[in-house]
């Protein structure tokens, strides 16, 4: 069974995190991490390829050079190989323009099971898998807490606000899992050395046969008009009982739009 595992790098969200005001995107400057969703993602990858002796299991990441380290942590956690997408002009991309890009990379190289995390914290639109899947012509079972693959059957369990639905497709297909999925391995010293040595195959936007001319911010679907810092914390509104108190504590609601 061929499996990919989708890795982003995102800042720390144990860090400050801001929005650059220039380009009004994420500055990525600050310390950076792979998300933890996706490091779940490659642990049940992982697992999967243990119950299914012959397996392989590839990262695949779209990033800047520095998520390179996010790539040999996946390595370093068990991962056979890692797919690489960087390139200048894949600066910016929003969610329709990522699925892409992916999909160029996936389509070809015919993956049985296409594991990724439910969504970003960089970014949260909880999108790209959705499409991915649609751009590959798959079935996608989303939002799993739990998740098994038995014959060419992926059977998991889909979490919803009254519980779980019990869902199931035919390879080849896409799945996102959330934070309940598993809990990630930590990587061994071995684990660590080998990563090194484990082939990390880089594409750009014309090893992929994207059209420069709808790649990157310039051509993203999505545009970001302003930016605004957040306000510095304020001291609460006080309400002095002086017979109209319930009067005050009304209007207060009223203008903060929660009644």
């Known amino acids: 069974m061929k499996i990919a595992v989708l890795v982003k790098e995102v800042p720390d969200t144990w860090g400050d995190r801001h929005l650059d005001p220039t380009t009004k995107r994420v500055d990525r400057r600050s310390d950076a991490v792979v998300d933890e969703v996706d490091e779940k993602a490659v642990e049940v990858a992982l697992q999967t390829r243990e119950a299914h002796p012959g397996s392989e299991v590839t990262i695949v990441t779209m990033g800047p050079k520095t998520a390179l380290d996010s790539i040999r942590k996946g390595l370093a956690m068990g991962a056979d190989n890692a797919i690489h997408l960087v390139d200048d002009g894949l600066v910016g991309s929003d969610a329709v323009q990522t699925s892409a890009a992916l999909a160029a990379a996936l389509a070809p190289r015919g993956y049985d099971l296409i594991i990724a995390g439910n969504e970003s914290t960089d970014g949260r639109t909880a999108a790209v898998p959705a499409m991915l899947a649609e751009r590959l012509g798959v079935a996608q079972l989303s939002f799993l807490r739990a998740m098994t693959v038995s014959g060419s059957t992926v059977t998991g369990e889909r979490v919803t606000d009254d519980g779980y639905l019990e869902v199931s497709t035919e390879l080849p297909a896409v799945v996102s899992v959330n934070e309940q999925i598993a809990e990630a391995r930590y990587p061994s010293f071995k684990?660590?050395?080998g990563a090194k040595k484990k082939p990390v195959e880089v594409l750009g936007v014309a090893a992929l046969g994207l059209d420069a001319a709808e790649t990157g911010a310039e051509?993203?679907?999505?545009?970001?008009?302003?930016?605004?810092?957040r306000p510095p914390r304020s001291g609460g509104t006080i309400i002095t009982d002086d017979g109209t108190a319930a009067a005050q504590l009304?209007?207060?609601?009223?203008?903060?739009?929660?009644?």
């Open 191 to 193: 684990g660590i050395m």
């Open 219 to 229: 051509h993203s679907w999505s545009i970001v008009r302003e930016v605004t810092p």
């Open 250 to 259: 009304t209007d207060y609601l009223a203008a903060s739009k929660l009644i």
